[in-house]
């Protein structure tokens, strides 16, 4: 927030945030948007919005700043393109559901609100309509972290339904945060569906000089239109440059890095197929190939009663009681290295195994993973890992925990206790790879 120094300096000056002004301070002449002050800003230093979409900051101290235009009272709409069907083109269905993909800035408040309607995104991407007959529907506007499992059989519902009534595929925008669950959903809901199912978002929203939306959603919607891939998976940025997008297996993919353009990572496999806006789709890893119409239903049931609980040096026991005790079915574990807990503790109370016990005993699934993602884990290796696993615990090779948590609540919500246990270490839908597919360990992530 804004000190009440430059409140008052800006209220002498007829500026108001929102204004477009030019400040000049130190030397320098700074001209854009001035937005409205946050706590991770000084509330000495004015924070404009240049032409190209960054911000930057300009100290208060001894500046000139003059209005050039006021502000809109309204938040500026975006203008709406209708692309309608195009003869001779595939078929994709787009279903829109939010996220920083279908989001603009709000000048009022410095952050980002979710749009309304899908028709707002393809005014900037005219492209779309050489590439596909494509029919748009909105199932909801929301942020990513505000979905459940509710919103995920939704999607499917709707994907099924539209290869059904002949899409050749189907694009789904979302927001990032949490597209790798909802991918790992989708791929096991939608396993016997064998056409594109493409997930693409964001990570800066669409009115930004700097955002990735219209790539992604060009290569989202070409594989979708042109891919033979028969598989749920996640299209972003494969570089921080605008020149390519990555398709990545929804059951294998994670979102490793919070703002970067090409935060989304395949993990323990390799990227299944890489593409820019034209040319030809350059197939890497395996995959499913499509089959059109083949009328397979979607598998939604889900139970919701399953937990994702990562062990901690000196994390107490009583999390997985609690869980127990709130009549939770399945647990999944993100252990340490191979797959440990604490164990063989030398204070009394202090080892999971006593309640990991009790909880399988009394019927709750508890599955392991491991918190280091690549690799696998393994229940043979130490004495500790042995104890877990004669304990029931089941060791999930080298699935991601969260597509385990996802693949849980799945199985229970399809299947009796003892099939979702037998199920649960057995690849269903590529999230388990007996041989690792990747070459080397990625060092240069990022780099």
């Known amino acids: 927030m804004y000190s009440d120094e430059v409140l008052e300096f800006l209220r002498s000056n007829g500026v108001e945030v929102g204004d477009l002004v030019k400040v ?3 030397g320098n002449t700074v001209e854009g948007e001035l937005m409205p002050g946050t706590e991770a800003n000084s509330p000495d230093v004015l924070v404009i919005k240049l032409a190209n979409g960054y911000n930057t900051g300009v100290s208060s ?9 006021r502000a809109s009272k309204e938040a500026r709409p975006f203008p709406k393109a209708h692309l309608g069907q195009r003869k001779g083109l595939p078929k994709v269905t787009l279903l ?7 989001s603009k800035l709000d000048y009022k408040t410095g952050g980002v609100y979710m749009l309304l309607k899908p028709e707002e995104l393809f005014y ?8 596909a007959s494509i029919s748009a529907k909105q199932l909801f506007s929301i942020s990513s972290e505000d979905m459940s499992y509710l919103e995920w059989q939704r999607i499917a519902e709707e994907a099924a339904r539209a290869v059904s009534e002949g899409a050749h ?46 790539l992604n959603l060009i290569c989202a919607v070409r594989l979708a239109a042109e891919s033979d891939i028969g598989e749920v998976g996640i299209c972003m940025h494969a570089t921080s440059s605008d020149d390519k997008c990555a398709f990545m297996r929804g059951t294998k993919v994670r979102k490793m890095h919070t703002s970067r353009r090409d935060a989304f990572r395949p993990v323990n496999s390799k990227v299944i197929a890489e593409l820019g806006s034209t040319g030809a789709i350059k197939y890497i890893g395996r995959y499913r190939k499509a ?9 939604l049931g889900f139970e919701s009663k399953v937990a994702l609980v990562k062990a901690y040096p000196d994390s107490d026991p ?17 252990g340490t290295g191979l797959g440990h807990t604490p164990v063989s503790t030398e204070h009394e109370g202090k080892s999971w195994l006593p309640a990991i016990k009790n909880a399988v005993e009394n019927g709750m699934i508890v599955g392991m993973t491991s918190q280091c993602l690549y690799g696998r884990v393994h229940p043979n290796v130490y004495r500790n890992l042995r104890l877990l696993s004669n304990a029931g615990v089941i060791y999930c090779g080298d699935m991601l925990p969260e597509t385990a948590y996802v693949k849980l609540g799945w199985l229970l919500g399809n299947y009796d206790a003892g099939k979702a246990r037998d199920l649960l270490a057995k690849d269903v839908a590529g999230e388990i790879e007996e041989r690792q597919e990747y070459d080397e360990f990625p060092n240069d992530v990022f780099e």
Do not use: C, W
Not at 97 to 102: D, E
Not at 193 to 200: Q, Y
């Open 124 to 131: 900037e991407v005219p492209e779309l309509s050489g590439i």
């Open 61 to 69: 101290k001894g500046a000139r700043v003059e209005k050039l235009k």
């Open 24 to 26: 000049k301070s130190g």
């Open 96 to 102: 829109y559901t939010g996220g920083t993909i279908g």
């Open 318 to 334: 009583d999390l997985i009681n609690f869980y127990a005790d709130k009549g939770y079915k399945g647990m999944i574990i993100e």
């Open 169 to 214: 595929g189907v694009v789904v925008t979302i927001g990032t945060d949490t597209m790798h669950y909802a991918s790992a959903a989708l791929s096991f809901m939608l396993k016997d569906i064998r056409a594109p199912i493409v997930l693409t978002g964001s990570q800066r929203s669409s009115d930004r000089g700097s955002s990735d939306a219209f």
């Open 291 to 299: 089959v059109q119409s083949n009328g397979a239903k979607p598998v």
